[in-house]
Nanobody, 123 residues
């Protein structure tokens, strides 16, 4: 089992920056991919970014490319999502996920999920 706990979500203004954190515990994550997903009201969950836990392979959704940065700290068992130049359309619940798969944007490939953290961007 892998436990994931997100934090850092809050209400911010357009153009602001925010860093989300995900604390991972349980199994060794050396063979896992970690991902960030988001779900806005009335919309399907979508992939934001993903990274091979030990580094190397990274994926970004086109909507966040150049603004968001995903990073893992294997020593602290932490996953981060640095979000810059936030837009109102980034408003969503953000989820951390882990899976024993290659780096992918497919939600179904991820086995473990956190409870989510709310990010609201006002215009």
């Amino acid at each position: 089992q892998v436990q994931l706990v997100e934090s850092g979500g809050q209400l911010v203004q357009a153009g602001d920056s925010l860093r989300l954190s995900c604390a991972a515990s349980g199994r060794t994550l050396s063979s896992y991919t970690m991902g960030w997903f988001r779900q806005a009201p009335g919309k399907e969950r979508e992939s934001v970014a993903a990274i091979w836990w030990s580094g190397g392979s990274i994926y970004y959704a086109d909507a966040v490319k150049g603004r968001f940065t995903i990073a893992s700290d294997t020593a602290k068992n932490m996953l981060y999502l640095q979000m810059n130049s936030l837009k109102p359309e980034d408003t969503a619940v953000y989820y951390c996920a882990a899976g024993r798969n290659h780096v992918t944007s497919t939600a179904g490939a991820y086995e473990y999920w956190g409870q989510g953290t709310q990010v609201t961007v006002s215009s």
